[in-house]
C-alpha cells in the first residue's frame, strides 16, 4: 500500500515536472463565456477572468511557468487593475502563478493604516478557503511568501460582489481535496468549478489531501442544483472545469451519473468483502473506460478505483 | 429590339450564380418504413442486434436503467444530431443567405420532438477547437458533392445510439449524406466513435415534402416524477439486469446475437447462426 503511495507521488512529481517544462512553452487561448466572464485555458488548470469597471478577478493562476503568458493575456481583456484572484484548491497547476499575478494587481484596502494607505493595497487579494493557506503555508511546501492567501474563509460560502455582479465563493468539503471552492459568477451565470469537476478523465480524488469520491459526488450534484439549463438542456449556467472544455449542466450530470454508477459498484464489491485487488481485476470502470480512462501518466483508471475503495471502506 | 432582348436575357444569365444543387429547403415529414419498431416504440431493453458495438458500449447498455430518464435533470434532453432524425421527427430545412452577396451562409434544420435546431455552415468556416463546448446538435459544416449534400459534425455532447442505453462518446464524428429526388428526401448517417464503436455505423432515413406541415411548438418542464434522496442514480448492478433475457425469448433470437457487435450487421451472420442452430 505504501509503495502505492509513493509511486504516485513520484508519479505526481514527474507529472508536475512535464508540465513546468511543457507549460512555458504553451500557448493560452481565451475564450469569452458570456456576461464579463472568459475561460483561459492553456496547460495548468483553466483560468476564470472576470474583467468590469472595477478591474480584474482572476480564479486560479495557472502554472508557474505560464505567468508571463498569463498577465499578457489579462491585460489583453482588461487595461484595469488585477484586484482579487480566487483560488479553487490547493494544487500548483491552479495556485503556480499566484505570486507573479498578486505582484502586479492592487487591492482595495482602507481602515487604519500605519504609513501610506497606497501601501496597504499593494498585490491583488488571494482569496481561497482556510485549509489551501495551511497547506500552502507548511514548512515542506515550501511556498514563496508572495504565493500565499491572503484572504481565507472557514464558511460554507463567501459572498462578493464585484464589477456589478455577486459572486458566490462555495466551499466543497471534502471532494477532490479539502479545501475546494467553487465561484459563482451569478449575473454572467458561470461557474467556475475547479478540480472537482475535470471531464477529461476519472475524477482525481487527493485522498493525502482530504479528498474523497463521496465528496467529489457531493460537489457535482451540488454544481447540478446551481446550474439551470437554457431551453433544451442545453447552455443557462456555464462550468468553468478544472481541465478540459467549457461545460455546461448536461455535461456535469453525465459526468455525476458516471460516478455514482462506479461508486456503488465498487461499494456494492465492498460489501461483498472484496478486496482491493479483487475489485481491480473486476474492472467496475470499463464501460466508462474509452471515454474517462487512462492506463498511464499523472491520473491512471487503476489510481482512480483504489482511492474510490479507500474512501468507501472503514477507516481502521 | 429582338437582339437587346436577347442581349439583357444573357446579362441577367451572366449575373446569376450558377445553382448545380438540389434545394432541400421545406417542410419534410418522415417515414418510417425503416427501422420502425426501434424508431417509434421504442427498442427492447437488451435488444444490441446490428450495433457494430464493443464490451464498453454492451455493459453501458445492461447497466441502463430506463428510471434515469424521470430524473428532472434527464428529462428535457433533446436527441442529439445523430439520433433526432429518427425519432418523430417532422422536419423544416431552411436557407440563410447573406443578403449583399446572396451566398448561402448555412442550412437550418428544425425536427419536431424536443424542437431541436441545428445550423450546418455552409461558407467554409472552420470547427471550433477543442476547449469549446459540445452540444447536443454538435457543430455542423456541410459541402456540395453534385447533387449530395455532405455534412460533418464534431463537438457533439455524450449521446445514444439507441434508446436502451447504448451510447455513443463526445469523441465521435458524424457524417451526413443528404440527397434529395424531387419529393424525397433521404439522409444517409454514419457514425465514427472510436470509444463505443468498433466499425462506422450506418443509417438511413427518409421524408417526403409536405408544404402542409405545420410543427407545433414543444415546450418541456421538468417536474419531479418520483420523489427519492438527492443523488440517486437508476442503474443496474453488473450482472443483475433480469430485463436483458426478455428481447431474445420474445423474438426467438439467439442470445449471443442479441449481444450485437459489428458481426450481426451483415447478411452472412444470418448464416452463420442459422449452421449453430442447426448444429444443435
Known sequence: ?316 | MKQLAASLFLLALAGSPLLAQIDPSGEWAPRFHEDQPERIPGPDIGDYLGLPINDAARLRGDSWDASLLTLPEHQCKPHPADYGPRGPANLRIWKEIDTATQKLIAYHTHISWQAPERTIYMDGRPHPPDYAPHTWQGFSTGKWDGDMLTVTTTHLKIGWIRRNGIPRSDKATLTEHWIRHGDYLTLVSIINDPAYLTEPFIRTTNWVADPRQNIAPYPCEAVTEVVRPQGVVPHHLPGTNTFLKEFPAKYGVPAEAARGGAETMYPEYVKKISAADKKQ
Open chain 1, 1 to 316: 500500500m505504501r509503495l502505492i503511495f509513493v509511486l504516485a507521488l513520484a508519479s505526481a512529481a514527474a507529472w508536475a515536472q512535464q508540465n513546468q517544462t511543457r507549460a512555458a512553452a504553451a500557448e493560452i487561448h481565451v475564450l469569452p463565456v458570456q456576461g464579463n466572464v472568459y475561460m483561459l485555458a492553456g496547460d495548468g488548470g483553466n483560468i476564470a477572468v472576470q474583467v468590469g469597471k472595477e478591474g480584474i478577478l482572476l480564479v486560479d493562476t495557472g502554472l508557474q511557468p505560464m505567468s508571463d503568458k498569463l498577465l499578457a493575456e489579462v491585460k489583453k481583456l482588461s487595461d484595469g487593475p488585477i484586484r482579487y484572484i480566487i483560488n479553487t484548491h490547493v494544487h500548483a497547476d491552479h495556485t503556480g502563478g499566484n505570486e507573479k499575478i498578486a505582484k502586479a494587481g492592487t487591492t482595495i484596502a482602507g481602515g487604519n493604516v500605519a504609513g501610506n494607505i497606497s501601501d496597504a493595497g499593494e498585490g491583488a487579494a488571494v482569496i481561497a478557503y482556510q485549509t489551501v493557506l495551511d497547506r500552502l503555508s507548511a514548512p515542506e511546501a515550501k511556498t514563496p511568501f508572495g504565493a500565499l492567501p491572503t484572504d481565507t474563509y472557514i464558511t460554507n460560502e463567501k459572498p462578493m460582489y464585484f464589477n456589478g455582479e455577486g459572486i458566490q465563493i462555495v466551499h466543497e468539503p471534502a471532494a477532490h481535496t479539502d479545501g475546494d471552492s467553487f465561484v459563482f459568477f451569478r449575473k454572467s451565470d458561470v461557474i467556475s468549478a475547479g478540480d472537482v469537476f475535470v471531464p477529461t478523465g476519472y475524477p482525481i480524488i487527493d485522498l493525502q489531501r482530504g479528498g474523497n469520491i463521496q465528496g467529489i459526488i457531493a460537489g457535482l450534484n451540488r454544481l447540478i442544483e446551481m446550474t439551470i439549463p437554457a431551453e433544451k438542456q442545453e447552455g443557462g449556467t456555464y462550468v468553468i472545469p478544472g481541465h478540459g472544455r467549457l461545460c455546461d449542466q448536461a455535461d456535469v450530470v453525465e459526468y455525476r451519473d458516471m460516478a455514482t454508477i462506479i461508486r456503488d459498484r465498487i461499494q456494492d464489491m465492498i460489501k461483498k468483502g472484496m478486496t482491493l485487488e479483487q475489485v481491480k481485476a473486476a474492472r467496475p470502470t470499463r464501460d466508462y473506460d474509452p471515454e474517462y480512462g487512462a492506463t498511464s501518466g499523472f491520473w491512471t483508471t487503476d489510481m482512480f478505483v483504489e482511492a474510490v475503495y479507500k474512501s468507501l471502506s472503514p477507516k481502521k
